[in-house]
């Protein structure tokens, strides 16, 4: 197996370093100097196109960032105004549910505090018609 990694590496090898050596082969073969000024040219034309055609997928992908960011910016925001509305409409009913509660508690506190008063004043009339009574 280790023969078969080897032979492997070695064509690879072999793959890259020819293409090094075609390209130092090429650019430090003899060329006129209009020729060399003509592949310079062409290079910096090459390194200009593919320059302006990052630049223009930049704009695309920036572009697109955007509006994806404005979405869910519109989203988060229409969530957070629907959990806003819903906390404030559980709150109301809540505040409404121990309003009603107190309020039942209060009468029967007061219903009490009747029932306990007119106990006090019937025995209080009662020792009254007693003192009455003896004397």
């Known amino acids: 197996m280790s023969d078969n990694i080897n032979s492997k590496d070695f064509l690879i090898g072999t793959l890259i370093g020819g293409m ?18 003509e592949d310079i040219n ?44 819903e906390i404030t409409k559980n709150i109301s009913k809540k505040t409404e549910e121990m309003t009603k509660r107190a309020a039942d508690k209060l009468d029967d506190a007061s219903d009490k505090a009747e029932e306990v008063l007119e106990t006090v004043e019937n025995v209080a ?9 003896d004397e």
Do not use: C, H, M
């Open 20 to 37: 090094v050596g075609a390209t130092f082969a090429l650019l430090f073969a003899p060329k006129s100097g209009k020729e060399l000024r």
């Open 42 to 85: 062409e290079g910096a034309k090459q390194a200009k196109d593919l320059a302006n055609e990052w630049k223009n997928i930049a704009q695309e992908k920036s572009s697109d960032w955007k509006d994806l960011a404005y979405e869910k910016g519109t989203e988060f925001k229409q969530k957070a105004i629907e959990s806003t509305n």
């Open 125 to 133: 009339k009662e020792v009254q018609d007693n003192i009455e009574d």
